[in-house]
């Protein structure tokens, strides 16, 4: 199914909508500051192995918890005050922060692993989005179920991914543009990857592959 909305003011109707498949479990693509996405209720058991499903074929990909702001994230992610003057002057953007994971997040994640990613992004979709429903916790990756897959036309992702996914949220054609990916979990932040988000300082130096959230 694809649901379409107003590029710059996604209407409130069809926001419930998108906000009903999150809570029901189902797999959602949707657009975001770095392009399309693909995404579920990051508490929902049965929307986080169905996207794990969808991402099997991948040799490696990115997982990350998209939420509203840190007062969400605190139980998720271990914000000392250097990150989170860190992450503050970045936020809301285009960037991925890789930050130490609580017991809570490698629970709901199903993963064993000390690290969680994390995302507080800026477009108009995610912004009403959070609007409508604060609480929100997302568990977002890249639109995409094979390494080469970079599909910017909502009709395009559709015809490929129509059958896996659940709901593909149009709001036209948009560029992709990978986030950037900071880790602020060593005594100071790493460039992992090169993207979107503008590299703070000029003596940052990308660092590629970026690692994968999910094993």
Request: with cysteine; proline share 8%.
């Amino acid at each position: 199914m694809r649901l379409e909305l107003h590029p710059k003011n996604p209407e409130v109707r069809f926001m419930k909508k998108v906000l009903d498949a999150f809570a029901a479990g189902e797999v959602v693509v949707y657009p975001t500051d770095s392009g399309y996405s693909m995404g579920c209720d990051a508490l929902s058991k049965k929307g986080v192995h169905k996207l794990y499903h969808i991402k099997r074929a991948m040799k490696k990909y990115m997982m990350a918890l998209m939420v509203r702001d840190f007062g969400a994230l605190s139980e998720f992610a271990k914000v000392d005050t250097s990150a989170f003057r860190y992450m503050k002057a970045l936020v809301p953007g285009a960037y991925t922060f890789i930050l130490p994971a609580t017991v809570r997040a490698r629970k709901i994640l199903d993963v064993n692993r000390p690290e969680v990613g994390v995302r507080m992004p800026g477009s108009p979709f995610t912004d009403t989005l959070f609007q409508l429903a604060p609480e929100s916790v997302i568990l977002t990756t890249a639109a995409k179920v094979q390494e080469d897959d970079n599909f910017i036309d909502p009709s395009d992702i559709e015809a490929m991914y129509g059958h896996v996914v659940d709901l593909i949220v149009d709001l036209g054609p948009l560029p992709v543009t990978p986030t950037t990916v900071i880790s602020l979990v060593g005594d100071s932040p790493e460039i992992i990857r090169e993207g979107a988000g503008a590299i703070p300082g000029t003596e940052s130096r990308a660092i590629t592959p970026g690692p994968k959230i999910r094993r």
